[in-house]
């Protein structure tokens, strides 16, 4: 076992804080890393704070790891020491089912084991994240990161950019394509980088005008505000693929009719229960509606090739693990543009 530092919550109810974990000895197949930076998710602060209902504590978040290697074991052959790679939201799977052997470890039959609360396949060795300054993990699931993007800002890239880089790639999005992205946060963002950086002629659809700028910043051609009922109308029938990142409540049908035959609305977001959504939304023109979740290790590491190529990271803000319970409040406030990055080096 080795002594880890790292930064987690013991119950839903406390403040992100100092812990000392414990991490397994490394096998032969695994790589021990010296973490740099993690990203943090939205979904950290659900998780931490109990709200999927599946917390266990003590935790330490975060799944969006980017550091160097520090050793290798005797059976490892993809790393080297010194290497600069990224960890995601996965560190093993069952490797035999027939996702995995597709690198679509994300869809593992027998549930693949997350970065943090979670355990590893065994069942009962506890995983924990990214807030902490060393991890261990199996060659499979360790991505390399290419030496020219900036570390800080590669680290959201093992999240928010797999996770709208799949659906992007699943449905073929090519130059010339009309796209909206729906939503300017920390996946939208990262979505209006990676259609425009495709090609895509993209539309930034928000509830405020203030992002109007940003939008164009990012590369996006077009801005639209979905407050403003003459929107729906005047852009019916425009895209022929929608992004949609927003985890609030809204309403599916609006946004259906803004597809052009044969479309696709893609879900990112996480929205709780809202209107229900009509036949005909879905009938009049053969479009789809559909959701898409993060990718395996073999497109995780198509996407970080790709950005190492164009040159595209997220928009970051370093911040010390101590100002962490700060960031989680104004993430709530979307007061973040557009990804908090944990600076390891402050928890030692």
Known sequence: MTTTKAFGVTSATSKVGPLTIERRAPRADDVTIDILFCGV???????????WGNSVYPMVPGHEIVGRVSAVGSAVKQHKVGALVGVGCMVSSCGECEWCQKGQEQFCV?????????????????????????????????????ESLDPAGAAPLLCAGITTWSP????????????????????????????????????LISTSKKKADDA???????????????????????????????????????????????????????????????AFSLIGGNKRLAGSSIGGTVETQEMLDYCGKHGIVSDIEVIPAQQLNEAYERMLKSDVRYRFVVDVGSIK
């Not at 073929?172 to 300017?184: E, I, P």
């Open 110 to 146: 027998k549930h693949p084991a997350f970065t943090y609360n979670g355990t590893e396949m065994d069942r009962k060795t506890p995983t924990q994240g990214g807030y902490s300054t060393q991890v261990i993990v199996n060659q499979k699931f360790v991505l390399s990161v290419p």
């Open 41 to 51: 998710c939205h979904s950290d602060l659900h998780q931490a704070r109990n709200e």
């Open 168 to 203: 992007l790639r699943e449905w073929n999005v090519k130059k010339g394509d009309k796209v909206a992205v729906v939503g300017l946060g920390g996946l939208g963002h990262m979505g209006v980088k990676l259609a425009v950086s495709l090609g895509a002629d993209v539309t």
């Open 216 to 278: 164009k910043r990012l590369g996006a051609q077009h801005f639209a505000v979905s407050t403003e009922p003459e929107m729906f109308t005047r852009l019916a029938g425009s895209f022929d693929f929608i992004l949609d990142t927003v985890s609030a409540t809204h309403d599916f049908n609006a946004y259906m009719s803004l597809l052009r035959p044969h479309g696709a609305l893609v879900l990112v977001g996480a929205p709780p229960a809202g209107p229900p959504v009509q």
